[in-house]
């Protein structure tokens, strides 16, 4: 999420004296955008961006999102781990990125055979046969 751009002009009205819905209804933002702005400054003094913890991401960019995007679009039956090996990164990456950036539910295709309708009928017949034996 990004943050606001008015968040230093907001800060020094804070720091006047003018309350938050007051600010919120100058700029026409919503009031909750103003109240973090008023927690920031309270809790580390400053309301500029605070950097971000933990390791950053190198392979999950934009970029390749949108290539594994495009190529699922262009084959639905396509195998993530094979996509991993054409990209040079790992499979289970390929299928973390599609899973929780793309919101796509990841499957296999079943595979089944194809039954016409004369093995239909004969399926039927054998299983009347069947029954009436017993």
């Known amino acids: 999420m990004r ?3 008015h ?5 020094h009205l804070l720091k006047r004296g003018m309350r938050s819905s007051d600010v919120a209804r100058t ?4 009031d909750s955008t103003v ?3 008023s927690a920031a400054l309270k809790k580390y003094g400053t309301s500029s961006e605070r950097p971000k913890t933990g390791r950053p991401r190198t392979l999950n960019t934009r970029r390749i999102r949108g290539v594994i995007k495009r190529r699922i679009d262009r084959n639905d039956g396509l195998s993530l ?6 990209l040079k990164i790992g499979g289970r990456t390929v299928q ?8 796509l539910d990841s499957y296999k295709l079943a595979r089944g055979q194809y039954l016409s309708n004369a093995s239909k009928a004969n399926r039927v017949d054998k299983a009347k046969k069947l029954l009436a034996h017993f």
């Open 96 to 103: 973390i990125m599609v899973k929780d950036d793309s919101k």
């Open 81 to 86: 781990n094979k996509v991993g090996l054409e």
């Open 27 to 30: 700029f026409g933002i919503s």
């Open 7 to 11: 968040r230093p002009t907001i800060e």
């Open 3 to 5: 943050a606001s751009v």
């Open 35 to 37: 109240r973090n702005v």
